[in-house]
């Protein structure tokens, strides 16, 4: 199962938290985090996502299931 | 006789630095007497207290060591646990993105522009928190809510109370007119639901949000308000007053900035709120036992996160004691907190900040600091100068 990882640039505000939680699925540039890899293939990469988007101060991260081929804005 | 030496409520000093030094080199997760809890004062320690809201929970108010948790209707935001608070703060984030933030901008410097015409129109002498840095953030925090001119007046009091009330220990001598102060809001955002609203306004936004078709109870959006204003108010206003004061401490990083003003304000913000922020330390409820760096903490105990401290901690900062605007790392500081509770206004402020203190530098030729910057406003909570009375030379004519 792949996931989707996507930052909000709308609400990223830069503080580095998922880069710190999550430094190889997040990496900063230009003061916002951008994820990685589009997808993550892994189930302990699937967990380090959503602990990176539980821990991030502005709700900037979304993972979702590929498989739902919803667009999460 | 301990050997703690931060005694912020008796004896405060005007430069902490080297007792702070002191206590985080002799054990960054110590017993202080004074405090009647746990102090830490290293940057690993402050970050970990901080990122573990599980262990060190916020509702027992973060701004004193009370020992009962707030009652459920003053559990906002900054004195609230998950998963109440994040509900709470989905609601900001927004309204207070980078991106919203710096559409405000031309605000932010028109603002400032306005107020140091003021400065100029009222003669050469003034007084920094009151003519100009209180009167930034009011302004800003004003414009972001949306608060009626009408009661413009009564959050500037509150802001100025709650100030007065850090200064305590045990907080509460003004808590009977602070509840006023909510009771009143909330009659605000019953008239505002009852018009109905359309504005675009932070309040507005917060009188109409839905959870699961629900709309908030209307005590609990009052003390949301209220908390909104006091956390905007009076920490942006010293973060001013702080920054100006360590540029006019530091000739040579002043004139460095002088030269170049637009290049340099953002790394001058960020490394006068790592230096200087306005808070100086925070507080939190051990529930269950934790580690913090090794070292245990008992549960139950009081806990007092020194930010200063952490942000003058050698491990993470060279010369932490060194006023220095090229800087890389400034940025890194804990001034604006870590974790879940992590400052949501911290794109306006520093915007705040770097307008008022650029405008104030390009337009007040030989601005210097006159009298005052030497005494401390008591408590642990924040780093606040009592005066600031600045001069600039009058212009050519
Ligand atoms: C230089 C200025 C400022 C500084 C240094 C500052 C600092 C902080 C800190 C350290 C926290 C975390 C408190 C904790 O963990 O217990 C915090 C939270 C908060 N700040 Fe700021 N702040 C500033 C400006 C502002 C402004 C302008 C606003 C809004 C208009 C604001 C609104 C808030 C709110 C609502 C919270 C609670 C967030 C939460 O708990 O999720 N702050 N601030």
């Given at each position: 199962?792949a996931?989707?990882?996507?930052v909000?640039h709308?609400?990223c ?10 430094p ?13 890899e ?7 990469d699937?967990?380090?996502?959503h602990r ?8 900037a991260i ?12 | 006789?301990?050997d703690?030496?931060?005694?912020p409520?008796?004896?405060k000093?005007a430069?902490p ?6 206590d985080?080199n002799?054990?960054p997760?110590?017993?202080n007497?004074e405090?009647?809890?746990?102090q ?10 901080l ?6 929970s916020?509702?027992?108010?973060n ?25 709470q703060?989905?609601l ?10 710096a559409?405000?901008?031309p605000f ?17 002498r003034?007084?920094?928190i009151?003519?100009?840095?209180r009167?930034?953030s009011e302004?800003h925090?004003?414009?972001l ?8 007046e009564s ?6 109370l709650?100030?007065l ?8 001598g003004?808590?009977a007119?602070?509840?006023g ?7 605000l ?5 009852a018009?109905g609203?359309?504005?675009d306004?932070l ?7 839905e959870?699961?078709g629900?709309q908030?109870d ?6 949301l308000?209220q908390?909104l ?5 009076s ?8 920054l ?5 401490r ?10 170049d003003?637009d290049?340099?304000?953002e ?7 790592r230096?200087d ?8 409820r ?6 913090v760096q090794g070292?245990e903490?008992r549960a139950m105990?009081?806990?007092?996160v020194v930010?200063?401290?952490a942000?003058?901690d ?5 010369d932490?004691?060194e006023?220095r605007?090229?800087?890389?790392d400034a ?9 879940i ?18 405008a104030?530098y ?5 601005l210097r ?5 030497d005494?401390q406003i008591?408590?642990p909570?924040?780093r606040?100068?009592r005066?600031i ?7 050519a004519?």
């Amino acid at each position: 199962m792949a996931n989707v990882v996507k930052v909000d640039h709308d609400l990223c505000s830069g503080t580095g938290h998922c880069a710190e939680i999550a430094p190889k699925l997040f990496s900063m540039s230009d003061r916002r985090a951008w994820p990685e890899e589009r997808t993550t293939e892994q189930a302990e990469d699937t967990e380090l996502a959503h602990r990176a988007a539980d821990g991030c101060p502005w709700f900037a991260i979304s993972v979702s299931d590929s498989t739902d081929n919803e667009e999460n804005q | 006789m301990s050997d703690v030496r931060f005694r912020p409520y008796t004896a405060k000093p005007a430069q902490p630095w080297a007792d702070l030094a002191a206590d985080r080199n002799r054990c960054p997760v110590a017993h202080n007497p004074e405090l009647g809890a746990v102090q830490v004062t290293s940057y690993a320690g402050v970050k970990e207290v901080l990122r573990d809201h599980g262990s060190f929970s916020s509702t027992y108010s973060n701004l004193w060591p009370l020992d009962a948790p707030l009652p459920e209707y003053k559990q906002v935001l900054g004195a609230a646990d998950p998963p109440r608070h994040t509900r709470q703060r989905k609601l900001l984030v927004r309204a207070m993105s980078a991106s919203k933030v710096a559409a405000m901008r031309p605000f932010s410097e028109k603002l400032a522009d306005q107020l140091v015409d003021d400065i100029i129109a009222a003669g050469t002498r003034f007084d920094l928190i009151n003519s100009y840095a209180r009167r930034v953030s009011e302004s800003h925090v004003a414009e972001l809510l949306g608060i009626p001119d009408e009661d413009r007046e009564s959050f500037s009091h509150m802001a100025k109370l709650m100030e007065l009330s850090v200064e305590e220990r045990e907080s509460h001598g003004f808590s009977a007119e602070l509840d006023g102060i909510i009771a009143r809001i909330a009659d605000l955002v019953r008239r505002r639901r009852a018009s109905g609203g359309t504005g675009d306004d932070l309040i507005t936004q917060l009188c109409l949000a839905e959870v699961d078709g629900d709309q908030f109870d209307e005590n609990e959006i009052a003390a949301l308000i209220q908390l909104l204003a006091a956390a905007g108010i009076s920490t942006t206003q010293q973060a001013i007053g702080n920054l100006v004061v360590a540029l006019e401490r530091h000739p040579g990083q002043r004139d460095a900035y002088l030269a170049d003003i637009d290049g340099l304000t953002e790394a001058v913000v960020d490394e006068g709120l790592r230096y200087d922020g306005p808070v100086m330390g925070l507080w939190r409820r051990c529930l269950a036992s934790a580690e913090v760096q090794g070292t245990e903490v008992r549960a139950m105990d009081k806990t007092l996160v020194v930010v200063a401290a952490a942000n003058h901690d050698p491990e993470v900062f060279a010369d932490p004691e060194e006023f220095r605007i090229d800087r890389e790392d400034a940025a890194q500081h804990l001034t604006f907190g870590a974790g879940i509770h992590l400052c949501v206004g911290m794109n306006l402020a520093r915007q705040e900040v770097g307008t008022a203190v650029a405008a104030l530098y390009r337009r007040l030729p030989g601005l210097r600091l006159v009298k005052g910057a030497d005494e401390q406003i008591p408590g642990p909570l924040v780093r606040s100068w009592r005066v600031i009375e600045m001069e600039y030379d009058p212009p050519a004519s």
